[in-house]
């Protein structure tokens, strides 16, 4: 088991700039492959980002690519989301979530989640 605190979260306007941190303690971080997911009002939890243990692969949702970035410090336990040019529809709870087999965008492979940070983006 890993437990996982996001923080970064908080308001800010279109084109605008956040950095999501999820820090994880317990096993080994390095063992696990990371993701992002969100969820915004009214709809289903959807994939953000993921990356691999050694941080090499790197998978983004079509929505994201080329203004999101995800990156890991395995020495600090701690994995990152950089989201830059915000829009209103990035709104939403940002969950970090930790899993045991290959970099995926479904949320099944993931056993470990936090609680969530929230990300309103105004327009």
């Known amino acids: 088991q890993v437990q996982l605190v996001e923080s970064g979260g908080g308001l800010v306007q279109a084109g605008g700039s956040l950095r999501l941190s999820c820090a994880a303690s317990?096993?080994?971080?390095?063992?696990?492959?990371m993701g992002w997911f969100r969820q915004a009002p009214g709809q289903e939890r959807e994939f953000v980002a993921t990356?691999?243990?050694?941080?090499?692969?790197?998978i983004y949702a079509d929505s994201v690519k080329g203004r999101f970035t995800i990156s890991r410090d395995n020495a600090k336990n701690t994995v990152y989301l950089q989201m830059n040019s915000l829009k209103p529809e990035d709104t939403a709870v940002y969950y970090c979530?930790?899993?045991?087999?290959?970099?995926?965008?479904?949320?099944?492979?993931?056993?470990?989640w936090g609680q969530g940070t929230q990300v309103t983006v105004s327009s």
């Open positions: 990356i691999s243990r050694s941080g090499n692969t790197t």
């Open positions: 979530a930790a899993g045991t087999y290959y970099p995926s965008r479904l949320s099944g492979r993931y056993d470990n």
């Open positions: 317990g096993r080994a971080f390095s063992g696990y492959i």
